[in-house]
């Protein structure tokens, strides 16, 4: 039985998790501030991820910054007599890259938030901001599932295999509910 339920936890890990180190799971590492060397996969792992992040980026400046563009092209032929014109066209339309200045900078600590680094540089990476938070946004904490498998591994141990599934199925679901047995019992003591 313990080998059977070791086994079913691998193939799920397995289906769920085949390649960690393809550039679409990898571009949350890329941005988060403490990890984005990639130094743990390949160069070539590390150049693809990079390649996807550009992808990324230039979706999200071209959905979210081409009206402020045309809106400011219209601004500039209005006022294409004056000196200004010219001179506020070169700044609202300046186009530089966050991706390559984002690289530029040194890794930080792994004590660090990378939310709070990120807030702190909202102004100057306002698209991978954006993308920093749709990718880090979602934060793995295995706290629940560890305890879990604590529970199940303190009831199906090497002496005790002969638990019938139905029957450890319940069992773990009363030992992981047995705080809400009181007001489920008082409930019923007031009818």
């Given amino acids: 039985m313990l080998n059977k339920i070791k086994s079913a936890l691998y193939m799920s890990i397995n289906h769920y998790w085949k390649d ?11 941005l988060d501030p403490r990890m984005k060397e990639l130094s743990f996969v390949t160069s070539e792992k590390c150049n693809d991820t990079k390649n996807l992040l550009h992808e990324k980026y230039n979706e999200m400046q071209n959905s979210t910054i081409q009206p402020t563009i045309q809106s400011t092209k219209s601004l500039v032929k209005k006022k294409k007599h004056t000196i200004l014109a010219s001179l506020k066209k070169s700044s609202n339309v300046r186009s530089y890259n966050e991706i390559n200045e984002y690289f530029q900078l040194e890794e930080i600590d792994f004590e660090n938030n990378p939310f709070t680094w990120w807030c702190e540089r ?3 990476f306002p698209i991978l901001s954006l993308l920093a938070k749709k990718y880090l946004s979602v934060y793995a904490c295995s706290t629940a599932s560890e305890r879990l498998f604590s529970d199940a591994g303190n009831l199906l141990t090497e002496k005790r295999t002969r638990i019938s599934p139905d029957l450890f199925k319940r069992l773990i679901f009363l ?9 489920i019992h008082k409930s019923h003591d007031d009818d």
């Avoid at 047995?178 to 007001?183: C, E, I, Q, V, Y």
């Fill in 175 to 183: 030992k992981r509910n047995f705080k809400h047995l009181d007001s």
């Fill in 20 to 30: 960690l180190s393809k550039p679409d799971v990898l571009i949350s590492s890329l």
């Fill in 122 to 124: 909202e102004e100057k």
